[in-house]
């Protein structure tokens, strides 16, 4: 039989190098690791208390001055990701509304979570290696708040190369990796292998929305 089969409405993950952030990771060490009181630990849970927040509730370049490159560099891609790339062209350049560092030790996890308070979310990554990795979850699954039908999928490969079925995608990251999805997005990990994976997280809202409202 003759067929054929498009991806409809995708939803997209954004990748954009940052170069020269070694400086990050030494900041980091030098001025807020050293202060516990800065950190949340992510759960009470033995395995997933091994990774740690730094500021999660706050802003760390509005707390830190000496992160202001870093800030102009991240909301200069974002906007660029937002603009240009997911061609919200009406609506103003990207600014973060908060970001914090997270420090994670072999054996911690990263509960499966959204930040639906945004428009647009990310993360740069300070320090990793061969084994790390962040997991994307497909938004129609069963912990849906509403009731839908639901079916489970064979997990196998598909015998056509297609990849519709998979309910949940991990993708390998690199140190000076800078991701940015939509907010709404789940994303997290599994059983971290990497010895002090370092990564700093953030959130977005473009200044203005369509032109016509204020936002930050």
């Not at 949340?40 to 707390?63: C, D, G, M």
């Not at 240009?84 to 911690?108: D, R």
């Not at 849906?144 to 196998?156: K, V």
Request: charged letters at 20%; hydrophobic letters at 30%.
């Amino acid at each position: 039989m003759e067929w054929n089969s498009k991806g409809l409405f995708a939803t997209p993950l954004i990748r954009i190098s940052i170069n020269d952030i070694e400086w990050v990771k030494d900041f980091f060490y030098q001025n807020i690791h050293s202060n516990e009181e800065t950190a949340t630990k992510n759960s009470n849970n033995a395995t997933v208390a091994k990774l740690k927040h730094y500021h999660s509730f706050e802003n760390v370049f509005t707390l830190y001055d000496g992160l202001e490159p870093l800030r102009k560099k991240i909301e200069e891609a974002g906007t660029f990701a937002y603009q240009s790339l997911l061609n919200y062209t009406h609506s103003g350049p990207m600014k973060i509304t908060n970001a914090w560092f997270n420090l994670c030790n072999v054996g911690g996890s990263q509960i499966k979570h959204s930040h639906a308070n945004n428009l647009l979310s990310g993360t740069l990554y300070l320090h990793t290696d061969q084994h790390s990795n962040i997991e994307f979850y497909h938004p129609l699954t069963t912990d849906s708040l509403h009731a839908e039908l639901y079916d489970e999928p064979d997990y196998s490969p598909n015998d056509y190369g297609l990849k519709y079925h998979l309910r949940e995608i991990k993708i390998p990251v690199n140190t000076g990796d800078c991701l940015f999805w939509p907010s709404q997005l789940r994303h997290g990990y599994k059983n971290n292998l990497t010895p002090q994976r370092l990564s700093l997280s953030f959130n977005m809202m473009p200044s203005q929305l369509n032109t016509t409202y204020q936002t930050i």
